[in-house]
């Protein structure tokens, strides 16, 4: 075999052995607990785990706020939240946008989704309370220190 072809084998394979593999995504999901209140303005505040595959776990504070026109009350335990799109447990951080239609009365429940980026959350619970109203805003997830 010619020196020159031995050269560029050995290109080729530095190449591809240098080349950046991308990780495959994270499922993460968190738990949470949220307690909300509006009178056109409409704010919600509460906290969470979120727990990823690769064994991560993190513990999260959780605000939200949006404008619109809305009353009501809620509060939600044990919610459940799923992630897409999630490289590192450290991606579900940050606001996401958010829309709201809604009425509710007591024992109501709640399913939303939420993108920040390419990142999604697909939120679900139920919980007691009443509101009605239409809103636009964003949830934002905190590391607690």
Request: charged share 15%.
């Amino acid at each position: 075999m010619n020196v020159r072809w031995l050269g560029y084998a050995a290109i080729l394979a530095a190449g591809v052995l240098a080349a950046p593999v991308k990780a495959a995504p994270l499922d993460c999901t968190m738990r949470f607990d949220l307690s909300s209140w509006s009178v056109i303005y409409k704010h919600a505040s509460g906290s969470g785990v979120v727990t990823c595959d690769d064994g991560s776990r993190m513990n999260v504070k959780l605000r939200a706020n949006g404008g619109g026109l809305s009353v009501g009350k809620s509060t939600i335990k044990d919610g459940k939240g799923n992630f897409t799109d999630i490289q590192s447990i450290t991606d579900v951080l940050g606001t996401y946008a958010a829309a709201d239609a809604s009425i509710g009365v007591p024992k109501s429940g709640d399913a939303q989704v939420m993108t920040k980026g390419k990142v999604s959350l697909a939120l679900a619970g139920a919980g007691k309370g009443f509101g009605m109203g239409v809103t636009i805003g964003g949830l934002t997830i905190e590391k607690v220190p």
